[in-house]
């Protein structure tokens, strides 16, 4: 799977996928490299589109549309931060009665 990984490195960095870098980005990721894979990937990647196959091959997700706060939402919020003021409060009047 690390040759795979190095090869679509390669593609992303719009760098040629040869042998030389793939051997140099293995070997950079600590991987024992295996001159026979990383032959044998080369010449199955030669002809090969790879952004097409990636886009046939990923998934889209669908995207939920965005929509505004409802009203439960905002009242929800307003409600935590008048409680989060009242805490600070107490704790005001806590240590102005220690050292008041």
Known sequence: MEYVYAALLLHSAGRKIDEDSMKRILEA????????????????????????????????????PVTAPSEEKKEKEEKKEEKKEEKKEEAAAGLAALFG
Do not use: C, F, H, R
């Not at 990721?29 to 990647?45: M, P, R, T």
């Open 29 to 64: 990721a600590g991987v024992q490299v295996n001159d026979a894979k990383v032959k044998a990937l080369i010449s199955s990647l030669e002809g090969v589109n790879i952004d097409d196959i990636l886009k046939e091959s990923l998934p889209v997700a669908p995207t939920a």
